[in-house]
């Protein structure tokens, strides 16, 4: 996940948001939304600087 967030290019954050949407719905079903919430946060903070990346979390309401 860090190393297409790295690339800095939009498609590459496309594809970012869509894994991490696949993950969220498996996390949720076996009660570890809690923990996925957490590496959400954390992944938001180390790429705080990367405004198009976190829009795109946003719109897809990845928090």
Request: proline share 5%; hydrophobic share 45%.
């Amino acid at each position: 996940m860090d190393e297409l967030i790295a690339a800095k290019r939009p498609k590459d954050y496309g594809t970012a948001v869509t894994l991490l949407l696949d993950l969220r719905a498996p996390a949720a079903r076996e009660g570890e939304i809690f923990e996925f919430t957490e590496q959400m946060a954390s992944l938001r903070a180390r790429h705080a600087r990367k405004p198009s990346l976190i829009d795109r979390l946003d719109r897809a309401r990845l928090d």
